[in-house]
Each structure stands twice: as C-alpha cells, then as structure tokens.
C-alpha cells in the first residue's frame, strides 16, 4: 500500500471520530465536532495535564508524522529533517503543534491521560510497549493512526514507517483532549435531501429509512440509496476495513453516534441519517456530504469539494444516481 494510499484510506475511515464543541465554547453539531478531519482539541503540556483549547486535531497529527515516513531512523535523533527515533518521532510530530512531549518513551507513555484499550484508541494517541526488563516502562512507542494501523520508527537501520498494530501496546496514551459529547442542529432550510419522501416502494427497511429520515430530516430515498451502495442492504455486511452494518458504520463512528450495534438496522439506519442530516447541514450540498461520509469531513474541505480519491467519485456518482433515480 502506497503512502498516498494509507492517507486516502485514514481519511475516508478516521477522519469521523473526534468530537467537540467549537472553539470558544460554542455548542457544536456533530459534523462541526467531527473536523478532523474536525474537532478542536486542547494540548496537553509537558506533564501531561491539559492545556488551553486549540484547533489542533488528531487528523492533523497523523497527517504531519505521515510526512515522515521514509525518515531514516537515527538513535537520539529528533530531527525531521535529518532522522528520529521512536520517542523522537513522537516529539517532533508534536512540537509542530506548540505541544511539548518528554524526550524519552518512558516518559511519553506517561503523558495526556490514559485510554483503556487499542480499541477506544483516536488517531494521534501515543501506543508503546515494555519489551525489556532492563529499564522501567515503556522503551517503544508509535502514534497511532486509526484501523488498527500505526506510524514508528522501529530500530537502527530502519526508517519511519506505517505498519499495522500486531501485538496489544502497555500503554496507550491520549495527548489531545477527550472527545466531548456532540449535540444534532437540524437544517434550517429545507433542500432537496432534507425534504420529506419516502424511499422506493420494495425498498427493504423502508419503514427504517422513513422513521429515521422523517426524525432526522433527512430524504428516506437518500437513506436507502446510501444503504444501498454501502452494503446492498445486508444488515450483517463487514468491509474488509472493519465497517459494519446496513449502513457500513466503522466502530468507532457507531459509538460516536450512540449506535450499540451497527448491524441492528434500526440503530444503523438512525445513526447514519444523524450523520448525513449534519453533514448536509455543515456542507449544504448532497455531493459533499456523501463524499464526506465516505472519505470524512476533513477530506471535503481539505480539497475544498469533492476528494479527488477514485473510490470517492465513484462513490458519489453511484449514491446520487441511485438517489435521483428514485425521485
């Protein structure tokens, strides 16, 4: 896989994950939360206790330590221009945001709070590992980039490289601030896709799509034409990146939307029109907010429209075909 590959799929798969109000303490809707790719962040400071709000995201991290991989590995180094070690690449991703991590991993793995399992894991927190009973705690650790996948620079004669997280890190540390609780803004003007509808008559899980679009404002014929595309309306479908469900939601983006189960269709069917309403509402174009839902937030306004990833396109040209087709 191509770096340019790895970026185009975090994005698509974690650049939904983060939620918090606006900076300066406004509520927020979902999609504002989600900016991440979205949401503001507050850095911690040395001793790992927060800072004061900022707009730096976990999708900004991964992003800067994704421009360092090739880096030689250099012992002690934490130069990115010259060559780093695992805590020096942890220390220079970091710095680039005002936010200044101890130099050593054992002291890193330290840092921000702690995050109870790889599986509640955001990208940008810090993962490491014990591997040897000649010092105290951590002497490895990564920044993790979502997926099950993480950024190192793994031992002399290496470089810095993006590798899946194979063994369960000791410690998995979050330097940026907890996602806060999101709150939904309905559309304030009706469009197209916020209309009322009703989805194609033979639609499996109509009565799912209208219960869930009349609730949320969102066009049922859009719902089911997403759910369509998603998973073609198999309520136990898994892609091979993880996402689940009718309607193809990762795990970590059910959670964020109060979702228990993605492959019950009911709370699937909900959760995804909650996040289509506000990315309608953040984005005010159909276009966008399907490509937002495919490749993230942070990718839509990153490109300033549509990404231009292949699958993307695709994506939206097959969901807007179908939907229109309905109408």
């Known amino acids: 896989m191509s770096i340019t590959d790895v970026t185009a799929r975090i994005s698509q798969i974690q650049a939904q994950l983060a939620l918090l109000p606006r900076a300066g303490g406004a509520s927020a809707t979902f999609t504002d939360a989600l900016s991440r790719t979205t949401a503001a962040y507050a850095p911690g400071d040395p001793a ?4 004061p ?23 002690g180094g934490t130069d990115p221009e010259r060559g780093v070690d695992c805590s020096g690449l942890v220390k220079s991703v970091y710095s680039t945001f005002g936010i200044d991590l101890p130099r050593l991993s054992a002291d890193q793995a330290r840092a921000g709070t702690p995050v109870a399992s790889l ?6 927190d810090l993962i490491a590992w014990d591997n040897s009973g000649r010092n105290v705690g951590a002497d490895h650790i990564a ?4 997926n099950g996948m993480m950024i190192e620079a793994p031992r002399p004669g290496g470089e810095v490289q993006v590798v899946p997280v194979t063994t369960p890190p000791d410690y998995v540390r979050r330097i940026l601030a907890d996602p806060a609780p999101f709150a939904t803004t309905p559309a304030t003007a009706p469009t197209a896709a916020t209309a009322p509808g009703a989805a194609p008559a033979g639609t499996p899980y109509a009565d799912l799509f209208q219960r869930a679009g009349s609730t949320r404002g969102v066009d049922p014929a859009l719902l089911a034409a997403v759910a369509r595309h998603e998973s073609g309306f198999d309520p136990r479908a898994v892609s091979p990146a993880g996402a689940q469900g009718l309607m193809q939601l990762m795990p970590a983006t059910a959670r964020g939307l109060g979702v228990a189960d993605p492959f ?3 709370q699937a069917v909900d959760g995804a029109a909650r996040l289509i309403g506000d990315l309608l509402t953040r984005f005010g174009s ?9 490749a993230g937030p942070g990718a839509v306004m990153r490109y300033d429209g549509v990404p231009p990833y292949p699958e993307t396109r695709a994506y939206v040209q097959s969901v807007m075909t179908s939907w229109q087709g309905a109408a």
């Open 48 to 51: 790992g206790a927060p800072g």
């Open 53 to 75: 709000a900022g707009s730096v995201t976990g999708d900004q991290v991964v992003t800067r330590a994704l421009e360092l991989v090739g880096l030689p590995y250099v012992w």
């Open 119 to 124: 599986d509640q894991a955001l990208p940008g």
């Open 143 to 146: 920044i993790y980039i979502g």
């Open 264 to 266: 019950d269709p009911a």
């Open 286 to 294: 159909v276009e966008l907010a399907l490509a937002a839902y495919n």
